[in-house]
Structures are given as structure tokens and as C-alpha cells.
């Protein structure tokens, strides 16, 4: 649990700020199956409680996101969301105000990051996040409040574990792990996916509709070859919910990708698009963007990265007991025996977490 919320929560996931969430036809659905069978309470702490529409939707944006990018979800997933939805509200309980500042803070920096790596005007960027918050039946209030809320988690883990990286510990890390950064040849490849199934139930379509995704696909590769911009149609159509805000792009060394759709971005000369390729997941249209050659990337292009990162592991070490002596703090209780994870049993807070709190120069009582 500790590695996934760690990696949503403290690293922002702010290159995925336009992944779905959920579309208006889930919010409707969502709402006829509270209608019809009720709203249980799922989990409960001082102060808050989880309920199953709540779990609900963070379970459709895990799928939607883990179908896109062709990865399996963990082991345990509804348990593990439930835990970050939990962990979510115990910490945002601690937050000060200097921290709900902060977060705003970093969360703006996150927009303006994503603006400059995507290459967006502010008008391109508030017209796809207009679109994209429609699509999801949201509110641009609530979109930006979700985001300000992962900055405010961060800043208060980073306030109440404090840990600091020196300049002589990135380099020594730069210097002793020379292998960790040799770049391997890449591609910069865009794709628009028809899928040939439910991505986020997994479940086949019919026959004769996959005939009808084929046709699609078939028109879209024809375009696409007689010259159409390909972001736009990547936008337009493709089912991948992780890249079509992006154009359809990723860039990826070999491993990454499902064999057939590797083999080809690959296989591909610069600006040059594919035939239709079939994978588990439907029909790809590829375009090449680029190919970059094997090299060694150099301190001073990583040095910031590469500080994060260790902040990040530092991080890691420290954050379990921290979490677990909140969360006994907060008097979390699951009620769903088919949810909880096999650490969820009774545990109480470690020596070790209570040390450390009670070290913290933050801790007032």
C-alpha cells in the first residue's frame, strides 16, 4: 500500500493530470446503482468516512488508466485504493496552513510544468482541460481541489519527516551508478487506439462491433497516411484515456510496450505511420516521431531528478511508520472484511513510529 500511495501522493502525478476519472455516463451510472442498492459506508476514522460510490470511482480511473497503458492491476487493488482514500483524509486532517499554501504552491507549479513539457498556451491548456473535466462530468473546481489536495498531502509529509539530500550525496550517487544512466535507445512514437473491448470491465466486444472498430480504424490509418494531423485525430478517437490528451504520444525504450506495438514504433522511419496493428487491447494507428540513439545522460541533466529521487527513497523508509501511527492516531476502521489487506488486522502503531513522532520538533501534544 505504502509504494502506491507514496508514488501518487508524493510525486504529484501531475503528467497524468488529464487522465479519466470517470465520464458523465459513469456518474449516471454510479447514481442508478446508489438508487438501487444504497451507499454503504465502506471505512470511517475521526472525523471521516469512505463510501462505496467513493471507491467506486477511484476503482473505474485505476482500470481506465492501467487498461490504457496495457499494465495488470496490483494484487489487492480495491483494497489499496480504499487505503489511499483513507490515507488521503487522515493526512489532509493534519495539514496547517502553511502546508495548505504549500500545496497550492506546488500544484500550480505542476500546471506550469505540464504546460511547458506538453508545449501548451494557456489557451490550449484551458481548452483541453475544459473538455476533459466535461467528459469526466466534473467541475474545474473540483479537478483543480483534487490536485491542490495531493500538494497539501506532500508538503505536510515532507514538513513532518524532514529529510534533506545534500549536493554530495547526488553526486556520489551519479558517480557509483554509472550504469543507472545509460539511456537506451528510445522512441518517441504516437498512436490512436480503437479498442476491441470494455478497458475498463476488460470484457470483449461482439464480433460484429469489433468489425465496425476495424472499419474505424481503417479510415483513421488512411487519414492519418494522406497527411491529417495526427494529434488531432489521436484526440478525436482514440480510446487510450493516458496519451490521446497528449496527442497520442509516449516516448518509451524497448520492454515497455506489448510486443506487436514495440516491433513496429521500432520498425518505423521518422514521420512515417503504420499499417493497423492488432493487439489485446484493439486496433493501433502508430506515427514515428523520433528515434534516439543509446547514450549517457549527463549530471547536469539529471542532478534534479536525481535529488528527487533520493528524497523520494529517503522518503519511502521513513513514510510507513508515519502513516501507521496516523492512521491509528485517526482510529481507522474498514467495515468491509473483503477489503482489507492482510496489514489491516489490529495493527497498532510500531515503537519505532512513536519514536519518531515524538522526536518531530512539529508534534504539539
Given at each position: ?8 501522493i ?49 476503482m ?17 487493488a ?12 487522515v ?18 507549479q505542476g500546471v ?23 467528459s ?71 464480433a ?93 541533466k ?23 501511527k ?9 467495515l ?6 492482510p496489514?489491516?488486522?489490529?495493527r ?18
Open positions: 500500500m505504502t509504494k502506491l500511495f507514496v508514488s501518487t508524493l510525486l504529484g502525478a501531475m503528467t497524468a493530470m488529464f487522465a479519466v476519472t470517470g465520464t458523465a455516463q459513469d456518474a449516471k451510472s454510479k447514481d442508478k446503482m446508489i438508487e438501487l442498492f444504497g451507499d454503504p459506508v465502506v471505512a470511517k476514522g475521526q472525523g471521516f468516512e469512505i463510501k462505496r460510490s467513493q471507491l467506486d470511482s477511484a473505474i480511473s485505476l482500470k481506465s488508466a492501467a487498461a490504457g497503458r496495457g499494465q495488470p492491476l496490483p494484487p489487492n480495491d483494497g489499496l485504493v480504499l487505503k489511499n482514500l483513507i490515507s488521503m483524509q493526512l489532509l486532517a493534519k495539514a496547517t496552513d502553511a502546508d495548505k499554501a504549500k500545496g497550492k504552491e506546488l500544484f500550480q506550469d510544468k505540464l504546460k511547458t513539457n506538453s508545449k501548451l498556451s494557456d489557451e490550449d491548456f484551458n481548452e483541453r482541460l475544459n473538455l476533459q473535466v466535461k469526466q462530468g466534473q467541475t474545474r473546481e473540483e479537478w483543480e481541489k483534487q490536485g491542490i489536495e495531493q500538494g497539501i498531502v506532500q508538503a505536510l509529509v515532507e514538513r513532518e519527516l524532514k529529510v534533506e539530500v545534500t549536493d554530495a550525496q547526488v553526486k556520489k550517487f551519479y558517480d557509483d551508478n554509472p550504469s543507472r544512466f545509460e539511456q537506451p535507445e528510445m522512441v518517441r512514437a504516437s498512436h490512436v487506439l480503437i479498442a476491441t473491448k470494455d478497458l475498463t470491465l476488460g470484457q470483449d466486444y461482439s460484429e462491433k469489433k468489425a465496425e472498430k476495424k472499419k474505424l480504424a481503417d479510415d483513421i490509418q488512411k487519414r492519418a497516411k494522406a497527411g491529417e494531423d495526427f494529434a488531432k485525430l489521436a484526440k478525436q478517437y482514440s480510446d487510450d484515456t493516458g496519451s490521446k490528451d497528449n496527442g497520442g504520444e509516449y516516448t518509451f525504450p524497448r520492454g515497455q510496450m506489448v510486443p506487436e506495438f514495440e516491433s513496429t514504433a521500432f520498425g518505423l522511419a521518422s514521420n512515417q505511420v503504420s499499417e493497423v496493428v492488432t493487439t489485446q487491447f484493439g486496433y493501433h494507428i502508430i506515427k514515428l516521431s523520433e528515434k534516439m540513439p543509446a547514450k549517457t545522460v549527463e549530471f547536469a539529471v542532478e534534479k531528478d536525481l535529488r528527487d529521487g533520493i528524497k523520494q527513497q529517503e522518503t519511502q523508509k521513513l513514510f510507513p511508520d508515519f502513516l501507521e496516523v492512521m491509528a492516531d485517526a482510529k481507522v476502521e474498514i468491509d472484511e473483503k477489503l482489507k489487506l496489514d489491516d488486522n489490529n497498532k502503531p510500531s515503537a519505532k513510529a512513536t519514536d519518531a513522532s515524538a522526536k518531530s520538533p512539529e508534534k504539539k501534544d
